[in-house]
């Protein structure tokens, strides 16, 4: 088992609606969680953070987090076809991030 | 505040040749990690220093070292090149008591 998995995608979800990514981890004593954007050819973006259970906003996107059932959530509102991206979950432990191989996500005019 | 710089942006190296990356983190931040990105593997942590010393590492063989400088930039060096090594090498800085990590624009090496 990985040690930060998230479904690959791609996931597709028209213009305006939500889009919703998930990732899960492994490691019961993880405190910090992240979400990355990354376009192609770019390098990651940090866009969202989130330490405490429950959920946290900033602009369009949320975090949510449940550490009792170890999973981390990013909702995107109002889906743009710029948030057409690769999304990373990213657990840190011990001064490094440990990653999930990403999701696709592709927003449809 | 600028951001996390890395130079060169692109690498063409030979196989067994060695080569030196260097980042610069956003004025203020201790923390450099460096990070390997390729379509296989994805993203795997190389090392972390902060204030000099490296305080994390991880599983990659010998031929991949670092180190900080007084100033925080970082370089990170890689002896006797490998196909294999073809990659898309990622900095990123943090700043102190602070877990969030800001990524450079990457230097993308190609070995042939």
């Known amino acids: 088992q990985k040690e930060v998995e998230q479904n690959s995608g791609p996931l597709s979800v028209p213009e305006g609606a939500i889009a919703s990514l998930n990732c899960t981890y492994s490691?019961?004593?993880?405190?910090?969680f992240f979400w990355y954007r990354q376009y192609s050819g770019k390098s990651p973006e940090l866009i969202m953070f989130i330490y405490s259970n429950g959920d946290k906003e900033d602009g369009r996107f949320t975090a949510q987090l449940n550490k009792a059932s170890q999973y981390v959530s990013l909702l995107i509102r109002d889906s743009q076809p710029s948030d057409s991206a690769t999304y990373l979950c990213?657990?840190?432990?011990?001064?490094?991030?440990?990653w999930g191989a990403g999701t696709k996500l592709i927003i449809k005019p | 505040k600028a951001g996390v710089t890395q130079t060169p942006r692109y690498l063409i190296k030979t196989r067994g040749q060695q080569v030196t990356l260097s980042c610069s983190p956003i004025?203020?931040?201790?923390?450099v990690s460096w990070y390997q990105q390729t379509p296989g593997q994805g993203l795997q942590f190389l090392f972390e220093?902060?204030?000099?010393?490296?305080?994390n590492k991880g599983n990659f063989p010998g031929r991949f070292s670092g180190r900080q400088f007084s100033n925080s930039r970082s370089e990170m060096n890689v002896s006797t090149l490998e196909l294999g090594d073809s990659a898309l090498y990622l900095c990123?800085?943090?700043?102190?008591?602070?877990?969030?990590?800001?990524f450079g624009p990457g230097t993308r090496l190609t070995v042939t």
């Open positions: 004025s203020g931040h201790r923390s």
């Open positions: 990213a657990v840190n432990r011990n001064y490094q991030l440990i």
């Open positions: 220093y902060f204030s000099e010393t490296q305080r």
């Open positions: 990123a800085s943090s700043g102190q008591g602070s877990d969030e990590q800001y």
């Open positions: 490691d019961r004593g993880s405190q910090s």
